[in-house]
């Protein structure tokens, strides 16, 4: 037998030894406490038998109770360590966690095991989810960061050849730019997302007119859409709103951008703004464009989410223009619709809540 174990047995000996004297010792003392109180002086041996019965009965109820408290402290201890562990495992980011088994050994919703239990289920549930999430973005991003700096470094590289000829120079300059251009714009639509999606933009609303807010946006990009000689019909009725005004502009300029850029030479947009009978307000962005199928329309509200990479590419999407769009539409509390067919265009519209003035009503 090793020292340890010798020791811890003659620790564990005397423990119970000096125990068992203590409650001797308490009994001796509170018997003749009573018998002094009560005047009564009864025989030595008499006394002794009562003080040694008191004692052994004092000293058990005491192992007893320390006995159940091991116990239970055991148990409460092979309980939380399945939780314990769920939780190790979420702070190492390991999500897959399913705890089920051992909920079912609680009896009743109200066992606040179960609750542990249900709670961190759902919130592993959950924290999956955005690790999937959180994944699938890093992915999107390096894959959307990583496309133009490939082409502006061949390119670069490209230019070092000095048999070129100006018009190639420039061409390859040309590309360059557009690829920087692009590197940039997916910067910015990146950071206003976040910043929609954590809240940090001020959210102020105001009343303004509606139809001329559209038609200054439209004004604005004329050179786009006169470069494409596209047909402009526009029907704006006279419309008061209240909403954040720098938000509002950022929702008709990438939808309208979309219609002019999926529009083909000679096509048509339609813009419409209008009053429905129950007082709310609809904005439709009509155009004779490529369109989307179905499968497109689907996902077409997911960050960096492209029906044809290659066609988006050549118009110079990187997929966050409708994820923007969607969430400003949201945080108005409004709804966006769209419909579209394959060859034949999209139409958009954005349905918003009733005028301020009848809001006073």
Known sequence: MRLPEVMKRILGFTAVTLSLLLCWSFIYWLTSWIFAAIHYS??????????????FFLFGCCMFLITNIKWVR???????????????MMA?????????????????????????????????????IMEEMRQEFISSVS????????????????????DLSPKERKHYLEIIEMECIRLSKLSENLLRLTSLESDQIPFDQKDYRLDRQLRRIILANEPQWAEKNIHMDISLEPLTITANEDLMDQVWINLLH?????????????????????????????????GMNKETLMHIFERFY????????????????????????????????????????TEITVMMSQTSEEKRM
């Open 258 to 290: 979309n219609s002019i850029k999926f529009t083909p030479r000679a096509g048509t947009i339609k813009v419409e703004a209008l009053k429905t009978a129950d007082n709310h307000l609809l904005v439709k962005i009509t155009d004779t464009g490529i």
């Open 306 to 345: 492209k029906a044809d990479p290659s066609r988006n590419r050549n118009f110079g999407g990187n997929g966050l223009g409708l994820p923007i769009v969607k969430k400003i539409i949201d945080l108005h509390k409004w709804e966006i619709q769209i419909q579209s067919e394959l060859e034949k265009g």
């Open 74 to 88: 055991d148990r409460q201890n092979k309980n939380l360590h399945p939780m314990i562990h769920a939780m190790k």
């Open 92 to 128: 190492e980011g390991n999500f897959n966690i399913d705890l089920s088994y051992y909920s079912n050994q609680f009896q009743g919703r109200d066992h606040p095991y179960y609750k542990i239990i249900e709670s961190i289920n759902h919130m592993a549930e959950r924290l999956g």
């Open 42 to 55: 009864p025989h030595e041996y008499a006394r002794l038998l009562i003080n040694s019965f008191l004692g």
């Open 143 to 162: 894959h959307e960061i990583q496309s133009p700096l490939t082409s502006i470094s061949g390119f670069a590289h490209a230019l070092k050849n000095e």
